[in-house]
């Protein structure tokens, strides 16, 4: 398997994976989810079953399984932009399918409907007292594949045969996220024919998620209309970069610790309204501390891989014309001792004035998460709100007219890196 080692081969990292994709109809990617999200993951599944709510279907009649559930749709989505660059594609997402295997089953051969052309299936637990169940994929070389926890293959669903055997353990929970080609045959099939993520398709029985199905009518996807065309349609959203997909952009413990440790030495400004002077401070709207880091000798590693963060996030993401930062970065303390504890109300970084140009709104996840609870950064991505990634040194970007909050700390505190990056003009 081919690992990427860094940013400065990620171009090539993809091209490979691209290229193997097409020549064997399949991909394997390590590490893809961490161990600690499948977990909670796994934990979800198994409480849809106490709650009744896992259904049998002809496939794997032994098992429960469920359909378009928010949080798995919720992964679907998130996953979307990262498989669709190893497998060299704009992937938009039809549906996830979750199925809790008990023993005794068996995923008989078979090739997936026009809403699977390209999916991936992901381990989340298994019990580990067993062999990892294998999962085997084209009819004429039957390859065998062991995928661990976090580990998931992603295939040309309609085109390539695959099947598992008999299954020997006593429990394994797998996800299947679905996708299709914005450019291929199938794109009229996105989002399988409902109008929002996390729901069941209107007047549908799901008794076999890979049983054909009739073409559906042109999707809406989050308000927004999906590519009818190959040119490109969909409004960039919400982008998380952490330790699982991008180790050598996101920041280490270290670097977040010596961030924090600016403050040491320093002194703190109270957070304003848009940054204004002395009358724009209510704390009922917004509560922190704000230390300025310039660009001085000793931090401009810090600034540097700032930089190197949103030149890759824009090229790949957001395709902005972008060209400053023009102050220096912002860290900002969350306290819940204070006598309104941090917060920050609903509001939009993109307003008049000075504010008029930024683009894309940038935060560093400083702060251990065991640290604090509550102060959870809330994006509203084109009509679905969404909870930032809150891994240590993980970043969060989104586009600077998005509203966002900051929810009340309820104990400890948070740090975070805040930047803003500007553009020639305005959104237009």
Known sequence: MHKNNGIENLEEHHKLTTEAFEQHGYLLLGEAVSKEKCKKLTEHMFELDRQGKLTQDDQCPLSGA?????????????????????????????????????????????????????SATLTLGYDETTPVWPIFFDEHKEIQ???????????????????????????????????????????????????????????????????????????????????????????????????????????????????????????????????????????????????????????????????????????????????TISHGLQLIHYRADEKIPGHYNWHVDAGPGYSATRKISFTVQLSDPNDYKGCDLLVADHGRELTAIRDQGSLSMFPSYMPHCVTPIESGERWALVIWVHGPKPFR
């Open 66 to 118: 469920v359909y378009g559930d928010p949080i798995f749709d919720d992964l679907l989505v998130e996953m979307a932009e990262g498989i669709g660059n190893h497998v060299g594609k704009k992937l938009l997402p039809t549906y996830a399918y979750a199925r809790l295997y008990k023993p005794g089953e068996e995923l008989k051969r078979h090739k997936d409907r026009p809403s699977c052309e390209i």
């Open 145 to 323: 594949v062991h995928l661990d926890v976090g580990e998931l293959a992603v295939y040309k669903g309609c085109e390539v045969e695959h099947w598992r055997p008999k299954f020997k353990g006593k429990w394994q929970v797998q996800v299947f996220l679905h996708y299709v080609d914005a450019n291929g045959p199938y794109k009229d099939h996105a989002m399988d024919g409902r109008k929002e993520f996390g729901t069941l398709k209107e007047n549908t029985s799901y008794n076999n998620h890979n049983a054909e199905n009739a073409m559906i009518p042109p999707p809406v996807f989050d308000a927004v209309l999906l590519p009818q065309s190959p040119e490109e349609q969909v409004f960039p959203g919400y982008l998380s970069i952490n330790h699982d997909n991008l180790p050598d952009i996101a920041f280490s413990k270290e670097e977040c610790e010596k961030i924090i440790s600016f403050a040491d030495n320093q002194y703190a400004g109270a957070a304003r309204i848009g940054g204004g002077p002395e009358d724009n401070l209510k704390r009922e709207i917004r509560s922190a501390d704000i230390y300025n880091i310039w660009p001085e000798p000793e931090w401009r590693w810090v600034h540097e891989k700032v930089c190197k963060a949103v030149a890759l996030a824009n090229h790949e993401h957001f395709k902005y014309d972008v060209n």
